[in-house]
């Protein structure tokens, strides 16, 4: 349990510091994680518009 712990503090500091260091590239892989999820849903809402449709 403790090396988990240690872990997710590990992680939080690298994004912290991938956040203060380079916020350009930060905002960069943001958008495009959104744009991916918005992607992935207008595809679903086409797949089933065309089913139901």
Do not use: E, H, W
């Amino acid at each position: 349990m403790q090396v988990k712990k240690v872990l997710t503090y590990a992680g939080i500091a690298f994004v912290v510091f991938y956040l203060y260091t380079q916020p350009s590239a930060a905002a960069a892989a943001v958008r495009g994680v959104f744009d991916g999820v918005n992607t992935g849903a207008t595809q679903l809402a086409t797949f089933f518009t065309q089913v139901l449709g």
